[in-house]
């Protein structure tokens, strides 16, 4: 069982074995990585949060509830963190200004590329909260309940602010050209 694997090596670092928290890490590093990516559109912010909700997460390890999954406490980390570099951001710049994220792939056509980045830049234009559940509901794959547990709201809620984001995110999209059945 992948959970109890986490909680034994949380138990084990928590006895002072730091090998046990490097797995944690390389088990979940590239999960918060994306999860952070889509959150902040810059590679290098996301690497930045991807840090600190680790180093975060190492700190605050003594307080990890064994009932919930490791998983959705770090997740919970990373939203946290990156929520708050958007709103570091926000202070010193307009979001509209944020960069394009980096194309490590080949796509098949130029129009499959057109769609990417305007559902990113759509993506870019919903407050953090909507952005959020997009992203942990379509990108990550979540549950309403893993959703529910990372942003500590009722899994009412999060079907709420989903529908929201959706219909947000439709308009945007609508605006830039983008129709239904592209």
């Known amino acids: 069982m992948v959970g109890s694997d986490d909680r ?4 084990q670092c928590l ?3 730091r090998g046990a928290f490097e797995q944690l890490v390389e088990k979940y590093q590239k999960a918060v990585y994306n999860l952070a990516l ?3 559109h810059d590679p290098d912010d996301a690497e930045d949060v991807s840090q600190n909700a680790f180093l975060k997460a190492f700190d605050r390890l ?3 509830k064994t009932e919930y999954r490791f998983f959705s406490w770090l997740y919970r980390i990373a939203v946290n963190e ?3 570099l958007l709103e570091e951001r926000r202070r010193y710049q307009n979001l509209e200004d944020a960069g394009a994220v980096e194309d490590t792939g080949q796509s098949d056509t130029v129009e499959a590329d057109d769609i990417r980045e305007k559902i990113e830049a759509g ?3 919903l407050k953090a909260e909507y952005r959020a559940v997009v992203v942990l509901k379509h990108f990550e794959g979540l549950s309403y309940e ?3 547990q990372i942003l500590e709201i009722d899994e009412k809620r999060v079907k709420s602010r989903l529908f929201t984001a959706r219909q947000l ?3 945007i999209l609508m605006r830039k050209g983008l129709r239904g059945d592209d």
């Open 62 to 64: 003594s307080g990890y």
């Open 169 to 171: 995110l439709r308009d």
């Open 8 to 11: 034994r090596l949380v138990e």
């Open 82 to 84: 990156s929520l708050s």
């Open 38 to 40: 889509r959150m902040v």
């Open 123 to 125: 993506l870019m234009e």
């Open 15 to 17: 006895a002072g074995d």
């Open 146 to 148: 893993e959703i529910g």
